[in-house]
């Protein structure tokens, strides 16, 4: 296996290119790596951060100053409770979770929020931030609203509803935003349109994860959304599947399963009882 660094898919070299290079086939695999906006005002401030590259840069070592600084996190999941827990050991001598729904609705694993709150990281339950207040392009503070629990929405879980009249302001230094994730189609040109879901992210064939456009598959969260490694593991090997058969029939059809009969003649007699019983 070869393998090309700083080698980006865009502009400069897009997916046909690599076709015309002499590429049969193509796996795109580039997961669910763009933060979703909050999409509320004030979000452009200097100290709002997107957890996944709030993370990314703990990962790698670079510098983030969040000594002596209030900390707000946005959401429920695991990269909400990875940022704030990696906050405090950066130095922050607060750290909030806000989160709109309960406790208990938390997609967040639970070892993970007990391990959290065991370390002094504060969790606000039904509360959504409707405005990120600033003073000289820096956040100084966030806004937020208290949320009640209505119907069932698609999730299984209770639609949070604003309450009226119950908004309120706390002082907070960085705000770091992980409501979820979503696929980023940046490196797309316009030659190679990847047809995508509802969801917004690739649509692909079921059995095969071959795309709209023959010889280019997708796998992994691209396809699923944020899900586990043994799911994006599980459409790699479709992909890896569809592909082989690509190749080596021109088309990326299920594999089918080899049926074998056999055929076997049988000669019946007839048997009188007694002769029967002393055979057993």
């Given at each position: 296996?070869?393998?090309?660094?700083n080698?980006?898919?865009?502009?400069?070299?897009?997916?046909?290119?690599?076709?015309?290079?002499?590429?049969?086939?193509i796996?795109?695999?580039?997961?669910?790596?763009?933060?979703?906006?909050?999409?509320?005002?004030g979000?452009?401030?200097?100290?709002?951060?997107?957890?996944?590259?709030?993370?990314?840069?703990?990962?790698?070592?670079?510098?983030?100053?969040?000594?002596?600084?209030?900390?707000?996190?946005?959401?429920?999941?695991?990269?909400?409770?990875?940022?704030?827990?990696?906050a405090?050991?950066?130095?922050?001598?607060?750290?909030?979770i806000?989160?709109?729904?309960?406790?208990?609705?938390?997609?967040?694993?639970?070892?993970?929020?007990?391990?959290a709150?065991?370390?002094?990281?504060?969790?606000?339950?039904?509360?959504?931030?409707?405005?990120?207040?600033?003073?000289?392009?820096?956040?100084?503070?966030?806004?937020?609203?208290?949320?009640?629990?209505?119907?069932?929405?698609?999730?299984?879980?209770?639609?949070?509803?604003p309450?009226?009249?119950?908004?309120?302001?706390?002082?907070?230094?960085?705000?770091?935003?992980?409501?979820?994730?979503?696929l980023?189609?940046?490196?797309?040109?316009?030659?190679?349109?990847?047809?995508?879901?509802?969801?917004?992210?690739?649509?692909?064939?079921?059995?095969?994860?071959?795309?709209?456009i023959?010889?280019?598959f997708?796998a992994?969260?691209?396809?699923?959304?944020?899900?586990?490694?043994?799911?994006a593991?599980?459409?790699?090997?479709?992909?890896?599947?569809?592909?082989?058969?690509?190749?080596?029939?021109?088309m990326?059809?299920?594999?089918?399963?080899?049926?074998?009969?056999?055929?076997?003649?049988f000669?019946?007699?007839?048997?009188?009882y007694?002769?029967?019983?002393?055979?057993?």
């Open positions: 296996v070869e393998i090309k660094l080698s980006p898919i865009g502009n400069d070299m897009t997916l046909n290119d690599l076709i015309n290079h002499g590429y049969s086939a796996i795109v695999a580039v997961g669910a790596q763009k933060s979703m906006k909050l999409r509320i005002p979000e452009e401030l200097k100290g709002v951060l997107s957890g996944i590259d709030f993370l990314k840069d703990v990962n790698l070592g670079k510098e983030i100053d969040l000594k002596d600084k209030k900390v707000a996190v946005i959401g429920g999941g695991n990269v909400a409770i990875d940022s704030s827990r990696s405090l050991r950066l130095g922050a001598k607060d750290v909030q806000l989160y709109r729904r309960t406790k208990m609705d938390m997609p967040a694993h639970k070892e993970e929020i007990e391990e709150e065991k370390e002094g990281i504060k969790m606000n339950f039904l509360t959504t931030p409707v405005e990120i207040l600033g003073n000289n392009g820096e956040v100084s503070s966030i806004k937020y609203i208290n949320m009640r629990l209505g119907e069932f929405d698609r999730s299984g879980r209770k639609r949070p509803m309450i009226d009249g119950s908004e309120c302001i706390i002082d907070i230094d960085v705000v770091v935003t992980a409501i979820g994730q979503v980023d189609t940046s490196f797309l040109t316009k030659d190679t349109e990847i047809k995508t879901s509802k969801s917004r992210f690739f649509e692909t064939d079921s059995k095969t994860m071959e795309t709209n023959e010889g280019i997708v992994g969260d691209a396809v699923n959304g944020p899900a586990t490694i043994i799911e593991i599980a459409s790699g090997e479709k992909a890896a599947l569809g592909v082989d058969n690509y190749l080596r029939e021109g990326a059809k299920e594999k089918q399963k080899e049926t074998i009969t056999i055929e076997r003649t000669e019946l007699k007839e048997v009188k007694q002769e029967l019983k002393y055979q057993f």
